[in-house]
C-alpha cells in the first residue's frame, strides 16, 4: 500500500519567514496530493492539494509543488502569521474516490 | 450546508461495551470515509464506502470492528467489544465522485474506552 512520510515533525519560524514542509509518497498512481490543517481539538480542514497533471499550485500564501519523479511535494507558506501555527498533514491518493494516506503531521509554530 | 455531521461528539464507555459511532455526509456526495486519529499512529483510514458499497475495509483493525452504510446519508461504525486502545478520535469524511476530490471532515467523535 501507500506510504507517506512528512517531515520536519516540528517546525518553528519567526513570524513573517517562510515555513516548507516536505513530504514523500512511495505509490506511483497516487495522482491527488492535499494538504490539511488541524487546530487543537478541531477537525482536519482542507488548505490546499494539487493533481498530478500539475507542478504547483498557489493560493494566497499557500503554494504547493509537486515532482512525480521523485516522489515528493511541499507546502510553502509565505508571510507566516500567527493565526497559521497548527498541525499540518498531507496525505496521498489514488484520486476520485479513493482513501486517503497521511503523513505524521507538523506541529508549525509561528514565534512572534 | 450543514457539512458532515457526527453523533456522538464524544463517548465514555467501559471495556467490553458496544459502542456506535454515527454520520451522516453532505448531502450529494456519495463517497464517505471513516478515519480514526491517535497520537502514535495518526492519522489511519478504516474503511470508506462508494455510493453506499464498502470498497476498502482493509483498515478495520480487527473483527471486533464493522461499519454499514444503510443508505446515502447514513453511516454507523460500531466497536463490539470495545477495548481501551480503542480509545481515539474517529473522524468521518465525504466527497463528491463527479469531478473534485476534495474530502470534507466531520467534528468527530472523541472515544474514551476506561
Known amino acids: 500500500g501507500e506510504n507517506v512520510e512528512q517531515h520536519p515533525s516540528t517546525l518553528s519560524v519567526q513570524e513573517g519567514d517562510s515555513a516548507v514542509i516536505k513530504c514523500t509518497y512511495s505509490d506511483s498512481a497516487s495522482n491527488y496530493f492535499p494538504w490539511y490543517k488541524q487546530e487543537l481539538g478541531k477537525r482536519p480542514q482542507l488548505i490546499i492539494d494539487i493533481r498530478s497533471n500539475v507542478g504547483e499550485k498557489k493560493d494566497q500564501r499557500i503554494a504547493v509543488t509537486l515532482n512525480k519523479t521523485a516522489k515528493h511535494f511541499s507546502l510553502h507558506i509565505t508571510e507566516t502569521q500567527p493565526e497559521d501555527s497548527a498541525v499540518y498533514f498531507c496525505a496521498a491518493s489514488k484520486g476520485g474516490a479513493d482513501g486517503l494516506t497521511f503523513g505524521k503531521g507538523t506541529h508549525l509554530i509561528i514565534q512572534p | 450546508d450543514a457539512g458532515v455531521i457526527q453523533s456522538p461528539r464524544h463517548e465514555v464507555t467501559e471495556m467490553g461495551q458496544e459502542v456506535t459511532l454515527r454520520c451522516k455526509p453532505i448531502s450529494g456526495h456519495n463517497s464517505l470515509f471513516w478515519y480514526r486519529q491517535t497520537m502514535m499512529r495518526g492519522l489511519e483510514l478504516l474503511i470508506y464506502?462508494?455510493?453506499?458499497?464498502?470498497?476498502?475495509d482493509s483498515g478495520m483493525p480487527e473483527d471486533r470492528f464493522s461499519a454499514k452504510m444503510p443508505n446515502a446519508s447514513f453511516s454507523t461504525l460500531k466497536i463490539q467489544p470495545s477495548e481501551p486502545r480503542d480509545s481515539a478520535v474517529y473522524f468521518c469524511?465525504?466527497?463528491?465522485?463527479?469531478?473534485?476530490?476534495?474530502?470534507?471532515f466531520g467534528p468527530g467523535t472523541r472515544l474514551t474506552v476506561t
Open positions: 469524511a465525504s466527497s463528491s465522485q463527479v469531478g473534485a476530490y476534495e474530502q470534507y
Open positions: 464506502f462508494n455510493n453506499n458499497v464498502p470498497i476498502d
